[in-house]
């Protein structure tokens, strides 16, 4: 047989290389995530709703083996749900972050209301305290903030669905060497920081750190009402272990979640998607406001083809 010159070698290497990469790729996009399935369906096939694939080394599911939480299992779990008595969301600023970013505390605030359909009250800032602080890390330990600052302030607050501290600081909690947030699923409280999202580069873009902020807030807030990290959908629910990641996965709730948050509140997602679409617009967050324009345009041709009730019918000339 001829032999192959090594040059040869080394372009057939890259090839077999490349085919491997595609075929991995292929599979992972095509094995969706743990043994659960979603137990809602989307209102029509659309490439915006992507299942979760194998996770990529350092992804969040790499690192925590996650078995995720159907709407059923939701129903059950969940143990902070909107009434009429209990039907407000609190915005408190630590520290210097009401002065420093006044309009990330303001947009914050009227993005949660539209997202959770809840009123936001934002309450004046509050000083961090130094007890919080560990020295030698530079960093606010999460939890002191939670336990001694949010949790007395929510007590005072018979009415507060959650009660939010946002922050400007770098946070850690436990053993993780810093986190965006922590939320309590029980206590209806969380504490969250932007520090990370523009401290190590000056952001250009203040609508990035608005769209990693309203991420972060949501997502944190989910937790709040009960949701558990999403593993069957790309959607703001989904764990994420670094920036890189938030920024890869989406602002919007996938099917299974809108569903919990519908159940939960009570929210009419048509109204809820035009008002997104709004704020999405104002902040120059196209690919958003796209995607809402998508879900708009869903619903409204879903309700129009769907049966009319008795009571139509008859008013019908
Ligand atoms: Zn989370
Ligand atoms: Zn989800």
Known sequence: MKRLRPFTVVLLAILVTLLLVAYDRHARAAQPYGDKEPDVQPPAESPDWKRMG?????????????????????????????????????????????????????????????FFDCDVVTLPAVPLPEEAYTRKRDQYNADRLLDGVVL???????????????????MYHGGLNFVFGVASLEDRVGVYSVARFHGVIELKDDSLELLRTIKLASHETGHIFGMYHCTFYECVMNGTNSLTETDRRPAHLCPVCLRKLEWNTGLNALERYKKLEKFFADAKLKEEAEFCKRR??????????????????????
């Open 296 to 317: 708009i345009k869903e619903l409204e041709k879903f309700r129009s083809s769907a049966p009319k009730t008795a009571n139509e019918k008859r008013k019908t000339p």
């Open 54 to 114: 194998k996770p990529q080394p350092g992804e969040w599911l790499a690192v925590f083996s996650e078995p995720g939480q159907t709407f059923a299992e939701y129903k059950k779990q969940c143990k902070n749900r909107k009434t009429d008595k209990l039907n407000k969301m609190y915005l408190v600023p630590l520290g210097d972050i009401a002065q420093e970013e006044p309009q990330l505390i303001e947009k914050s605030a009227q993005y949660l209301g539209i």
């Open 152 to 170: 007395p302030m929510v007590k005072e607050k018979p009415d507060a669905l959650a009660m939010i501290a946002l922050a400007n600081e770098d």
